[in-house]
T-cell receptor, first 108, second 113 residues
């Protein structure tokens, strides 16, 4: 079993909708949590970086961590076609573990 | 500021051929990493280097070797390529020891026929 799991999608939403992405993790030692965005034929690009439980907001993006249920979420408000990409969650405590990614398609 | 630069961008090899994938970073990071990305499998760590002069195996090291040439450069070598090594290879760098996030290059797409 992978230490970080996420649904591969694809997740298709209309422009302007809220995109909701989730990951679960198994290792309670994880303290740092990240979301990366990966466009086709590009490398992962860091979107959000959080420590421990709680919320972090950056523009249209909100990351949530619930350590009690080992659940990581990313919300994208007012989604745009340019948000169409694969989103990877990641966790670390000295060592990094990545989810396999969820493909998101935002249709105009 | 280029970040993490990988060369080449694409490569096709025949089974048994060898090649070296190059990676350089200009962010003064101590740690560097090589991952492979396959559909449905996510990013899997091949090798990493926590500092200049050290290298360690990751999750899938078989068939690969690495060299940390200096603080900036970390290369990945396939001595005898196999079709199972067809993948997209990503180099990443980060700050050692404080869980800072990794920064990735744009990958090398390798096909072994």
């Amino acid at each position: 079993q992978k230490e970080v799991e996420q649904d591969p999608g694809p997740l298709s939403v209309p422009e302007g909708a809220i995109v909701s992405l989730n990951c679960t993790y198994s290792n309670s030692a994880f303290q740092y949590f990240m979301w990366y965005r990966q466009y086709s034929r590009k490398g992962p690009e860091l979107l959000m970086y959080t420590y421990s439980s709680g919320n972090k907001e950056d523009g249209r993006f909100t990351a949530q961590v619930d350590k009690s249920s080992k659940y990581i979420s990313l919300f994208i408000r007012d989604s745009q076609p340019s948000d169409s990409a694969t989103y990877l969650c990641a966790s670390s405590w000295g060592k990094f573990q990545f989810g396999a990614g969820t493909q998101v398609v935002v249709t105009p | 500021n280029a970040g993490v630069t990988q060369t080449p961008k694409f490569q096709v090899l025949k089974t048994g051929q060898s090649m070296t994938l190059q990676c350089a970073q200009d962010m003064n990071h101590n740690s560097m990493y090589w991952y492979r990305q396959d559909p449905g499998m996510g990013l899997r760590l091949i090798y990493y280097s926590a500092s200049e002069g050290t290298t360690d195996k990751g999750e899938v090291p078989n068939g690969y070797n690495v060299s940390r040439l200096n603080k900036r450069e970390f290369s990945l070598r396939l001595e005898s390529a196999a079709p199972s090594q067809t993948s997209v290879y990503f180099c990443a760098s980060g700050v050692t020891g404080n869980n800072s996030p990794l920064h990735f290059g744009n990958g090398t797409r390798l096909t072994v026929t």
